[in-house]
C-alpha cells in the first residue's frame, strides 16, 4: 500500500464526472488499498478516486469507530430530508463552508468483490456518501455555497469539524443492507 498525492483545488480531475469502474482487478484493489492508506493519513473520513487524480467511479469512507466503506460505482438513489452541515476537503485545505445536506441517503453500487451493496445512511455517513458522490460527478462542497466569499479560513491546528477531517457530528443511527 501507498499514500498517494492528493489532487488539489484548481486541478481539472477535480472537474471531470468520473468514469464507471468496468472490471475490479487487482489495479483497482491496489487503488482502493492505496486510498484507504491515504485517507486515514490525511486524516479524513472520506476520498473519491479523483482526489487522488484517478477519473473512476470509487470513493472510500470511514466512519470514525466503524469499518471502512468501499463503494464503486455509487448512486444515491433516495434523498429525503435537509440539514446544514460544516465540511471542509482535502482538496481545498484551510478552508471550511457550511452547506445544505441531506438527513437520509439510499445509495446502491458495488463493494470491492463486484457484489452489489446498498446503504441506508443518516447523519455523517449521509453527508459523507453526498460529499464524495459529489467528487464523483465533478461538483466540490463549495459549489453548493451562495459564492465562494462563504468559505472559512482555517488555521493551521485549529478544529474545523469538516467532513473529510473526520471530526464531524456523530452517527446516531446507519445501516448497511
Known sequence: MAVLPIVRV??????????????????????????????HD?????????????SLRIAVMQVPGEEVIVLINPEIIKRSGTRECEEGCLSLPGYKGVVPR???VVVKGLDRNGRPLRIH????????????????????????????????????????DDVETGEGEEVAAQGTS
Do not use: W
Open 10 to 39: 484548481p486541478q481539472p480531475v477535480l472537474r471531470v464526472k468520473t468514469k464507471k469502474v468496468k472490471k475490479i482487478d487487482a489495479s483497482i484493489q491496489k487503488l482502493i488499498d492505496d486510498m484507504i492508506e491515504t485517507m
Open 42 to 54: 490525511a486524516p479524513g473520513v472520506g476520498l473519491a478516486a479523483n482526489q487522488v487524480g484517478v
Open 102 to 104: 441531506s438527513e437520509k
Open 121 to 160: 445512511a443518516d447523519e455523517l455517513l449521509a453527508e459523507i456518501i453526498e460529499h464524495e458522490c459529489g467528487h464523483l460527478e465533478g461538483q466540490l462542497y463549495f459549489d453548493l455555497l451562495e459564492s465562494v466569499d462563504k468559505l472559512i479560513p482555517v488555521r493551521p491546528g485549529e478544529d474545523d
